[in-house]
């Protein structure tokens, strides 16, 4: 991709277009999305605006929760806040299956988030995530929110508006 393109779209092409073949084979083309995310990109945003290092939040829908997901357990000092939308259940769930490492960090807050309408499977294994991790003892928050009537692919930004109420609460 040429280097005059945003980063923001960079990640996005990478993460949503570049993804399915990542995740289908067991994450290994994570790696290189999750390098640009954290060497490049976030230094790119925090040069350019006033932003807090130590208050990140990312967001992620579909495939991009399930990064969201993925960066709990390789990165769990790197962001405040992680929401994850309705992630996929379409991924390495040997990984995922596990309890995220606890980092250093005791101020972290993931939340899983999931449409009442979206898929059978994708809701099931959203809640389970939600449910094993939050019983576990980890310094991180763990929340659980519903979106009521909510789609697999339409409640991006109620998703992240219920997450920042809570996040900005401190009540996961």
């Given at each position: 991709m040429p280097k005059h393109v945003s980063p923001c779209?960079?990640?996005?092409r990478a993460i949503a277009h570049g993804g399915?073949?990542?995740w289908?084979?067991?994450l290994p083309a994570v790696a290189p999305?999750?390098?640009f995310l954290a060497d490049e990109l976030l230094a790119i945003v925090e040069r350019r605006?006033?932003?807090d290092s130590a208050r990140r939040i990312l967001v992620g829908q579909s495939y991009g929760g399930s990064f969201v997901l993925h960066s709990a357990f390789t990165r769990p000092n790197l962001f405040w806040g992680l929401i994850a939308s309705n992630p996929s259940p379409q991924l390495d769930q040997a990984t995922l299956?596990?309890?995220?490492?606890?980092g250093?960090?005791?101020d972290h807050h993931l939340f899983i988030v999931s449409g009442t309408q979206n898929s059978p499977a994708s809701r099931h294994a959203a809640l389970e995530w939600a449910r094993r991790w939050g019983a576990a003892r980890t310094p991180s928050?763990?929340?659980?929110?519903d979106i009521q009537g909510g789609t697999h692919a339409a409640d991006l930004p109620n998703a992240y508006r219920a997450a920042l109420r809570r996040l900005f609460q401190s009540k996961p």
């Open positions: 779209l960079r990640l996005h399915r073949v990542g289908a084979a067991g999305r999750r390098l605006t006033r932003a299956s596990a309890m995220p490492p606890s250093n960090r005791t928050s763990v929340g659980e929110i």
